[in-house]
């Protein structure tokens, strides 16, 4: 499977809890994006990368989030302190620019997502 | 106001007949258009992108977009059941870094 891949697919934790949560792009994908949906919503960007580095973080995300993309591959996310309202699924895509795909036409693939259950 | 609206629905169509989706945007930057198919707790699927104004046809589905109105549409020819599901308008624009805006999503419901 050449897809979007992201581990867990499900987390159960408790209020106050640190979680992290793992996004495999697919093979030469040099853009990933982080976004959260919460239910009867569309998702909302969080943050992106181009190779390693991280170019934006939405302004909605409190500094208990944090994204690396320590090789520009895989990502991960990190919620520290975990509350009830961080309760959603955590999804990640990816995307290439260049190789002939102009900067209009990039086509984000989402992964299955991460979805977190805060208790 | 939001980026970008959606009705949230459901459309209920009957099977075989056409499903018309709309979505209009704030944003006259953003420059691609996208409509992703979501069933309930699966992650968004593409299923178009559009990108000038004009229409823009594959298989049974096809976009339309206005730019001049700010508005995108998504239609679906002779539903099926398995049609049924949330569709996610979502835009884009180079300026914004090329991050996807969603709207809320309209449920579609294909009845037999």
């Known amino acids: 499977d050449t897809g979007v891949s992201q581990n867990p697919r499900h987390k159960i934790t408790k209020r106050g809890q640190n979680v992290t949560f793992r996004c495999d792009p697919i093979s030469e994908h040099n853009r990933l994006y982080w976004y959260r949906q919460t239910l009867g919503q569309g998702p909302e960007f969080l943050t992106y990368f181009q190779n390693e580095a991280q170019l934006e973080k939405s302004r909605l995300l409190s500094d208990r989030f944090s994204a690396e993309r320590p090789k520009g591959s895989f990502s991960t996310l990190e919620i520290q302190r975990t509350e009830q309202g961080d309760s959603a699924m955590y999804l990640c895509?990816?995307?290439?620019?260049?190789?002939?795909?102009?900067?209009?036409?990039?086509?984000?693939?989402f992964g299955p997502g991460t979805r977190l259950l805060v208790l | 106001q939001k980026e970008v609206e959606q009705n949230s629905g459901p459309l209920s169509v009957p099977e075989g007949a056409i499903a018309s989706l709309n979505c209009t945007y704030s944003d006259r930057g953003s420059q691609s258009f996208f409509w992703y198919r979501q069933y309930s707790g699966k992650s968004p699927e593409l299923i178009m992108s559009i990108y000038s104004n004009g229409d823009k046809e594959d298989g049974r589905f096809t976009a339309q977009l206005n730019k001049a109105s700010q508005y995108v549409s998504l239609l679906i020819r002779d539903s099926q059941p398995s049609d049924s599901a949330t569709y996610l308008c979502?835009?884009?624009?180079?300026?914004?870094?090329?991050?996807?805006?969603f709207g809320g999503g309209t449920r579609v419901l294909v009845k037999p």
């Open positions: 895509a990816s995307s290439s620019l260049g190789g002939g795909q102009g900067m209009i036409e990039e086509t984000q693939y």
């Open positions: 979502a835009v884009t624009s180079q300026a914004a870094g090329n991050k996807l805006t």
